[in-house]
């Protein structure tokens, strides 16, 4: 039997809250009772699993003992920046997406650790990273389940809008200038909403409200991917997004240590996904139409994400890359 050539690595950090080892328990209680949303890393790494297993790609997850007894074999790094520093790690590394902010985080990164290529998840972001790190950066989404995203019936389709809220900077500002505003004008529109603020609900409570929308608008300062846009648009869910775009407005980075522009919230994205607006004003100039055409069916997004962001495609893409770096899959 032909070894699995890819080497995956995914690792959380985990620490005891009240008492010693507690944390072992706890996360047994946690995989029995919680339906959370997963993390944007542990979904990067449960998606690239998966697309690499459909496409039939072997690999391994995980096996420290089979990295650490091969020190020549690449390795792929996925999730926080403790996976870094989780091992004494001496294979060459492809590392990411997902991994930290920015390069001035860890300007040494080179110094300390084998990385030969990082990954980050959109254009504009590797852009902004390759002016710190030049060429050995390079773009890479992952895929979306399409199987398990789909659209549902459209009996099942009882609310026009899910207004989808991932505003994180200045939200006292925005609150008053945009997101009370859109509510009030969907309200005035007759047209019927649910909310979903990021980081506040469950999984289940996504998938649900996802088939029974029939299209999302989205508020947030920027993405570098957007996995929960694209699982909506895998269901069929036309977009109406608030894409900012100017600079990159983190303000643990921005403006003192970072400038840099323009960004975006819809780095994979054409006509077939829906329309965007840039504030209020254009929300309120555009919302009507948007509907109209929602209900008539002039957008298709799962076909965009069939096209270009499917489990399969992705990983092959991954796959790609990590031949360009360390040579053919064996």
Partial sequence: MTAPALNIVYLEPEEDRWLPFDRYPRRMIRNLVRSERPSGHKKVFWNLAKGLEKAGVPHR??????????????????????????????????????????????PDLFERHPVERILVPCEWNRAMWAEHYGDRVTAWPVGIDTEEWQPGEGSAKVTDVLLYDKVRWERERFEGELIQPIRDELTKRGLSFRELRYGAYEEAEFRQLVKTCRAMVVLCE????????????????????????????DPNYHPEKVRFEPVTTVPYWDGRCGETF??????????????EKSRAGAFDPRAFVLETLTLEKCALEFVRIHESVFGAVR
């Fill in 61 to 106: 997850v995980n096996d420290l003992r089979h990295i650490a007894r091969h020190p020549g074999e690449p390795v792929c790094l996925l999730g926080k920046p403790f996976v870094l520093d989780a091992h004494r790690w001496k294979n060459p590394t492809m590392l990411g997406p997902c991994i930290f902010s920015h390069p001035c985080d860890m």
């Fill in 222 to 249: 920027h993405e570098t991917q957007g996995i929960a846009i694209q699982e909506a648009m895998a269901a069929g869910l036309p977009v109406f997004a608030w894409d900012r775009r100017g600079y990159w407005r």
């Fill in 278 to 291: 840039a504030d209020f004003e254009e929300f309120r100039a555009g919302i009507g139409a948007f509907a």
